[in-house]
């Protein structure tokens, strides 16, 4: 242990490594990929959909205190940045969520993993299926748990 910390001693910093680095000039895009208003989401969908018609879509839709943040993270995989815990957590309450007829997969970022890693293989529905049975079939969501 002791010929460790000597030779960590021995380390230098070149003029350029030894600058500060400001945080607050960073983008704000990359401070959102640990904020607590973060969420990660991708559409369940074949063709690319840019980030800017989806933000002026799902804002409209999800009537929100303020304007949601989409940054682009690979094909319809985004992360979106709400300006308070309270909209985050409305929108995680109302899933599932569709963007033009296909599912929005919508998960709270977990730290523990890279977020490319993030599985997309499921979607809560509970909600979902007494909406869609009502809206759709015309029945009463009791004759379907009674089937």
């Known amino acids: 242990m002791e010929d460790l910390t000597a030779k960590w001693g021995k380390i230098s910093l070149t003029a350029a490594e030894g600058e500060a680095i400001c945080i607050v000039d960073l983008d704000p895009r990359v401070n959102s990929l640990v904020s607590d208003c973060s969420i990660i989401g ?4 074949d063709r690319s959909v840019s980030k800017e018609v989806l933000a002026t ?15 682009e993270l690979g094909q319809n995989m985004f992360i979106i940045t709400f300006g308070n815990i309270r909209d985050k957590k409305r929108i995680l309450a109302g899933r599932p969520w569709s963007f033009d007829r296909n599912l929005l997969v919508l ?24 909406v869609f049975w009502r809206g759709s079939l015309q029945e009463p969501l009791w004759w379907f748990l009674s089937v």
């Open 57 to 71: 879509t799902m804002g409209s839709i999800w009537k929100i205190s303020s304007v949601p943040c989409f940054m």
């Open 42 to 45: 991708k559409i369940c969908l």
């Open 107 to 130: 998960k709270e970022i977990d730290t523990s993993i890279p977020i490319g890693d993030t599985s997309f293989d499921t979607e809560e529905l509970a909600g979902f299926l007494g």
